[in-house]
């Protein structure tokens, strides 16, 4: 089947802009979770989603950015006013529910933010 | 931030050797998984060991785990160029389920 997907793959933005980024988790996976890489380093936990609401928010870095998953499926990452040090690639994630006891993560392809 | 360290940072073989990675994190886990991140996009799972286990293959691929030392090995036999790439280790706490990950291991294998 097919698995996560992320849009838009590359995004270009002026600092000080708003962006938004989605993500379409497989079919059938109730958790959800994004994830930021910067250059040389290892992903970094911003947020999982547990269906429609946000079950763990504390990786994100200020009140710049928030998520959404309104109808338990696809989700969007929001990021206010963005700043330099905001470029890294995106990730999102998703999983069967944490319940199974099974927490294999299986990753979309990205998005790659840069902020000018 | 990031869970602990990947050692080596960068491992340069040829074709047909094994490498070694090692992975040291800081908390303790309910399971540690290894995953493989070409081009520094998306990542693929290679393999997940829980907390109660010592070892696991699968294909090439040996895990070792090691919880009083909190480190863990990742093994791969007879490495080929498809398997250049970075390793990452990621762990988690269980019900949390969030991953945190290691900075990683750049592997790269010539012919």
């Known amino acids: 089947g097919a698995g996560v997907s992320q849009t838009p793959s590359n995004k270009v933005t002026e600092k000080g802009k708003y962006v938004e980024l989605r993500c379409d988790p497989i079919s059938g996976h109730t958790a959800l979770y994004w994830y930021r890489q910067s250059l040389g380093q290892g992903p970094e936990f911003l947020i999982y989603f547990q269906g429609t609401g946000a079950a763990d928010d504390s990786g994100l870095p200020n009140d710049r950015f928030f998520a959404v998953r309104p109808e338990g499926s696809v989700s969007t990452l929001k990021i206010q006013r963005t700043e330099r040090g905001d470029s890294a690639v995106y990730l999102c994630?998703?999983?069967?529910?944490?319940?199974?006891?099974?927490?294999?993560?299986?990753f979309g392809p990205g998005t790659r933010l840069t902020v000018l | 931030s990031q869970q602990g360290e990947e050692d080596p940072q960068a491992l340069s073989i040829q074709e047909g050797e094994n490498a070694t990675m090692n992975c040291s994190y800081k908390t303790s886990i309910n399971n540690l998984q290894w995953y493989r991140q070409n081009s520094g996009r998306g990542l693929v799972h290679l393999i997940l060991i829980r907390s109660n286990e010592r070892e696991k293959h699968s294909g090439r691929l040996r895990v070792t785990l090691d919880t009083s030392k909190k480190s863990s090995s990742l093994l791969i036999t007879a490495s080929r160029a498809a398997d250049t790439a970075s390793y990452f280790c990621?762990?988690?706490?269980?019900?949390?389920?969030?991953?945190?990950f290691g900075t990683g291991t750049r592997l790269q294998v010539t012919l």
């Open positions: 994630a998703s999983s069967l529910s944490p319940g199974t006891g099974i927490h294999t993560q299986y």
């Open positions: 990621a762990t988690d706490a269980g019900t949390a389920s969030k991953l945190t």
